[in-house]
């Protein structure tokens, strides 16, 4: 297979200045017919004249009304051209039906359309489709269904046809077309100029009511953008439309986004808090990536960050100012601990900005966007925020309409404060999550942090270089007041000392508040100084830090040893959780531990081979211990929990049930499902019902209700995704094998709607112990159905290839097992580029 470097970025032959693009829509036999004006481009001499083309029938070609005839292979077509401006014309034939893949122009359920992100546009024309081509776009639908959509705003319409015209010039990635039976919810914005724009939410008749929340997301995040990045939008429309069989998570495509209906749809009886809260940060991220994205763009797919983390980071800021921040900061890290320190320390590191790729579409990772938006978060605190807004203005004023880089982006840093920041860089060139050990001395009234920056080598990269790192440190002194308030210490070297003078006392030092850079800490440290911090710490996350580390310490100890949970935990959980000044949702998350996957590369990295099964058993004995030394208090809080006001899937509110759900998850452990049972009986919304089912099913009594959610819900399938996805996250690690391959022979297991596949397969990896059962039944069962689902979805088994990607983590015989799956998916006939690249890599 071939693989693509960004060193070998060549700017293309030809500008193009108009694209004319008409669609007779058939579902097997497709006609795309294009008019494209294209003239030379000054900046290069090469005119050789190649167009991206995949599985396209070419009718007929041909330049400025000449017929021509190409030399076509499976990646497109090239033919002589003139070196002047000319028309080029071609009409091709698709098949949306048999489109499986989801990439280009496809049907679900009887809708079509498009996900043309990173390479799906030469599926429907032939074209240069890549990101730094941009042109203004004008579309014709023909189709005999009632509404037809593209991007831009609509020019004229009627029986069976309509026409839109898009003028901001757009890379192919853009593009947009929808046509089915549809129906809108409808409302208007009126932008900080006072323009009007039409907003429309269009989905499936039957799904009318669950929009609204969809639609108010959409406007605060309208509103928010212009508040808070002078951004205002651009268009007479912005059309949503959500989909059953989507890829991802939702598409950006200029004034048509598209949505996973996962990422838009909600109610209060179908929807939990938790996807309500991803939904308005999804509606947020689609919405503002059209300016930082579609007006400012990538120059090539190597770039894919400057949008994404760019993006990310504007909807964290988003959800922290609609919502609450720590509670916002603190989820943040758990995930990027959960999703992209894995990939960053195993086969799949890459840089931010990678270097090289087969399938561009392997690199929408955690790492692109999550580790992506810390770097940009490390920025905006180094450079301070006045800073970071001010090159945020330059940055649009100066690239606004173009294709950019990352070069182009430090540059406008660079311009308006004067530093130099070659070395930040390395956070886009260097893969690897940086080690940073901390050493304190204390003598006289001055205290001294010596600190020392590692990166263990990643694939392609044997040495690293040392990192800027903004290391946020406040200082507490004994008796627990702050005598040291947050100051931000900038590292630049391998090893760097810090000193605080004037001190009365050795302080305790609260190191990495806020989660200030995405690296690991390295500091000898005990017991009684983490349960000290969990006591008085002034910076929320740092002070769900402590706990968190004193959390990781006892299962540890508990999943290595025969020891008994830490009284020092307990202890500390008990004040937290009794302090009513402290918001419910941050309760929460003290009540929370670890995820075992996360254990797991704790052990491996303290050079302990991780055993899922003492894992699983020692958090299932931790919970029970918190049960019991909780007993007392868990009633009240638990009531304290209730929210009396009807349901509002605010913070508030949210953070209310997620308590209540921590609650009753320890309250089913010692009453074997009883007040589950009456939660469940009595919920009126689905995250109370869905944390009740939970409970139920952990408690191993939750079969009638288990039968009752399917029949009341069996027609909604969002809903029965989370069904399917829940009787095997809570499957005993022994049985959940066992119980995802049941699921795969009942009558609404659709495989072939990616949701569903991740309904599945997504909770059997997500189930730690589950999964990796030493009898390898979990990995027999994933590998049976990547191989199944590869020739007719390529990207969405590529992307659940990465259930294996910590393989190297575990004990000989399990590591004998995955080789083995992962070589018997090499070996499949014909498997896709996509998923042929992530098993090369994660084998290693
Ligand atoms: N560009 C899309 C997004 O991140 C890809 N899913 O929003
Ligand atoms: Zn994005």
């Known amino acids: 297979p071939n693989t693509v470097y960004l060193k070998d970025y060549k700017s293309f032959g030809y500008l193009v200045d108009q694209v004319h693009l008409t669609f007779d829509l058939s579902p097997n036999a497709t006609?795309?017919?294009?008019?494209?004006?294209?003239?030379?481009?000054?900046?290069?001499?090469?005119?050789?004249?190649?167009?991206h083309g995949e599985k396209l029938r070419l009718i007929r070609a041909a330049i400025d009304g000449t017929a021509v005839s190409p030399e076509i292979t499976a990646e497109g077509l090239r033919v002589a051209a003139p070196d002047a401006p000319f028309v080029w014309e071609a009409e091709v034939e698709i098949d949306p039906a048999n489109n499986t893949a989801l990439e280009g122009l496809y049907m679900s359920n009887g809708?079509?359309?498009?996900?043309?992100?990173?390479?799906?546009f030469r599926k429907i024309t032939y074209y240069p489709d890549r990101p730094d081509v941009m042109s203004t776009f004008t579309v014709r639908i023909n189709g005999d269904l009632p509404v037809l959509l593209s991007n831009g705003n609509p020019v004229q319409r009627g029986e069976g046809w309509a026409e839109w015209h898009d003028p901001w010039p757009k890379p192919a990635y853009l593009f947009a077309?929808?046509?089915?039976?549809?129906?809108?919810?409808?409302?208007?914005?009126?932008?900080?100029?006072?323009?009007?724009?039409?907003?429309?939410?269009?989905?499936?008749?039957?799904?009318?009511?669950?929009?609204?929340?969809?639609?108010?997301?959409?406007?605060?995040?309208?509103?928010?953008?212009?508040?808070?990045?002078?951004?205002?939008?651009?268009?007479?429309?912005?059309?949503?439309?959500?989909?059953?069989?989507?890829?991802?998570?939702?598409?950006?495509?200029?004034?048509?986004?598209?949505?996973?209906?996962?990422?838009?749809?909600?109610?209060?009886?179908?929807?939990?808090?938790?996807?309500?809260?991803?939904?308005?940060?999804?509606?947020?991220?689609?919405?503002?990536?059209?300016?930082?994205?579609?007006?400012?763009?990538?120059?090539?797919?190597?770039?894919?960050?400057?949008?994404?983390?760019?993006?990310?980071?504007?909807?964290?800021?988003?959800?922290?100012?609609?919502?609450?921040?720590?509670?916002?900061?603190?989820?943040?890290?758990?995930?990027?601990?959960?999703?992209?320190?894995?990939?960053?320390?195993?086969?799949?590191?890459?840089?931010v900005r990678p270097e090289s790729f087969q399938e561009i579409n392997n690199f929408y990772t955690a790492t692109v966007y999550e580790k992506g938006a810390e770097v940009i978060g490390m920025l905006k605190r180094l450079v301070g925020d006045a800073a970071y807004a001010e090159?945020?203005?330059?940055?649009?004023?100066?690239?606004?309409?173009?294709?950019?880089?990352?070069?182009?982006?430090?540059?406008?840093?660079?311009?308006?404060?004067?530093r130099d920041l070659s070395q930040f860089k390395r956070w886009y060139s260097q893969s690897g999550t940086p080690r940073l050990k901390v050493e304190e001395e204390f003598s006289e009234g001055t205290y001294t942090l010596t600190l020392t920056q590692?990166?263990?080598?990643?694939?392609?990269?044997?040495?690293?270089?040392?990192?800027?790192?903004?290391?946020?440190?406040?200082?507490?002194?004994?008796?627990?007041?702050?005598?040291?308030?947050?100051?931000?210490?900038?590292?630049?070297?391998?090893?760097?000392?810090?000193?605080?003078?004037?001190?009365?006392?050795?302080?305790?030092?609260?190191?990495?508040?806020?989660?200030?850079a995405p690296v690991i800490v390295e500091r000898e440290t005990d017991t009684a100084e983490r349960a000290f911090l969990l006591a008085h710490d002034t910076d929320p996350f740092h002070r769900w830090e402590?706990?968190?580390?004193?959390?990781?310490?006892?299962?540890?100890?508990?999943?290595?040893?025969?020891?008994?949970?830490?009284?020092?935990?307990?202890?500390?959980?008990?004040?937290?959780?009794?302090?009513?000044?402290?918001?419910?949702?941050?309760?929460?998350?003290?009540?929370?531990?670890?995820?075992?996957s996360e254990l797991a590369g704790h052990l491996h990295e303290a050079g302990i081979t991780p055993d899922p099964a003492a894992i699983w058993i020692a958090v299932e004995d931790l919970k029970q211990a918190l049960a019991r030394d909780l007993q007392d208090m868990l009633p009240d809080i638990y009531a304290e929990a209730q929210v009396d006001a009807p349901y509002a899937p605010d913070a508030e509110q949210s953070g209310k049930r997620a308590l209540g759900a921590a609650a009753l998850d320890l309250i089913?452990?010692?009453?074997?499902?009883?007040?589950?049972?009456?939660?469940?009986?009595?919920?009126?919304?689905?995250?109370?019902?869905?944390?009740?089912?939970?409970?139920?099913?952990?408690?191993?009594?939750?079969?009638?209700?288990?039968?009752?959610?399917?029949?009341?819900?069996?027609?909604?399938?969002?809903?029965?995704?989370?069904?399917?996805?829940?009787?095997?996250?809570?499957?005993?690690?022994?049985?959940?094998?066992?119980?995802?391959?049941?699921?795969?022979?009942?009558?609404?297991?659709t495989w072939k709607t990616p949701n569903r596949f991740r309904a599945v397969f997504g909770a059997l990896a997500g189930n730690h112990a589950g999964f990796h059962d030493s009898s390898g039944a979990g990995y027999d069962l994933l590998a049976d159905w990547l191989i199944r689902l590869d020739p007719l979805n390529p990207q969405t088994t590529a992307r659940m290839c990465t259930a294996f990607q910590t393989w190297k983590r575990y004990d000989a015989g399990r590591q004998e097992m995955i080789a083995a799956q992962l070589d018997r998916i090499a070996a499949t006939p014909d498997l896709s580029r996509d998923a042929g690249e992530m098993i090369s890599r994660i084998r290693g």
């Open 391 to 418: 090159a945020l203005d330059l940055y649009f004023a100066r690239h606004d309409g173009q294709a950019c880089t990352i070069e182009d982006w430090l540059k406008v840093f660079e311009d308006v404060t004067g």
């Open 177 to 351: 077309l929808v046509a089915g039976d549809l129906v809108a919810h409808s409302d208007s914005f009126t932008t900080i100029s006072g323009k009007s724009v039409d907003l429309n939410l269009w989905v499936r008749p039957g799904d009318e009511h669950k929009c609204a929340f969809g639609m108010e997301a959409l406007k605060k995040s309208m509103k928010w953008d212009e508040d808070t990045y002078g951004r205002e939008y651009d268009l007479d429309v912005f059309n949503i439309v959500a989909v059953d069989d989507f890829n991802m998570g939702a598409m950006e495509n200029k004034g048509l986004n598209i949505f996973n209906s996962s990422c838009v749809l909600a109610s209060p009886d179908t929807s939990t808090d938790a996807n309500f809260e991803r939904i308005e940060a999804i509606i947020a991220h689609e919405y503002f990536h059209n300016w930082t994205g579609n007006r400012i763009t990538c120059r090539d797919w190597f770039q894919l960050c400057l949008k994404e983390g760019l993006t990310v980071f504007r909807d964290s800021q988003f959800t922290s100012d609609m919502r609450s921040a720590p509670v916002k900061r603190i989820t943040d890290v758990i995930d990027l601990r959960a999703r992209q320190f894995p990939e960053d320390n195993g086969p799949l590191s890459h840089p």
């Open 546 to 596: 402590a706990g968190r580390a004193l959390a990781r310490e006892t299962l540890v100890e508990m999943a290595t040893g025969d020891a008994t949970p830490l009284p020092d935990y307990l202890d500390g959980i008990r004040t937290l959780l009794r302090d009513k000044s402290l918001d419910p949702a941050y309760r929460a998350l003290m009540l929370g531990l670890p995820g075992q």
């Open 668 to 749: 089913s452990r010692l009453d074997g499902g009883k007040q589950a049972a009456a939660q469940y009986e009595a919920a009126d919304n689905m995250t109370l019902q869905l944390s009740a089912l939970g409970c139920l099913l952990g408690a191993e009594t939750g079969d009638a209700q288990l039968a009752a959610f399917y029949d009341q819900w069996k027609d909604d399938r969002l809903v029965i995704d989370k069904w399917f996805m829940l009787q095997i996250m809570k499957a005993k690690p022994d049985r959940a094998a066992a119980v995802a391959k049941a699921l795969t022979e009942h009558p609404d297991f």
């Open 111 to 120: 809708m079509y359309c498009t996900q043309c992100e990173a390479e799906g």
């Open 454 to 516: 590692h990166t263990d080598p990643t694939p392609g990269q044997p040495d690293k270089q040392p990192q800027v790192i903004p290391v946020a440190v406040g200082l507490l002194s004994p008796n627990g007041d702050e005598v040291v308030p947050t100051r931000v210490l900038e590292m630049t070297e391998g090893t760097q000392s810090f000193t605080f003078e004037g001190l009365a006392a050795k302080p305790v030092p609260s190191i990495l508040r806020d989660f200030s």
């Open 31 to 51: 006609r795309v017919t294009s008019r494209i004006a294209f003239s030379p481009n000054p900046e290069t001499e090469d005119r050789s004249f190649f167009l």
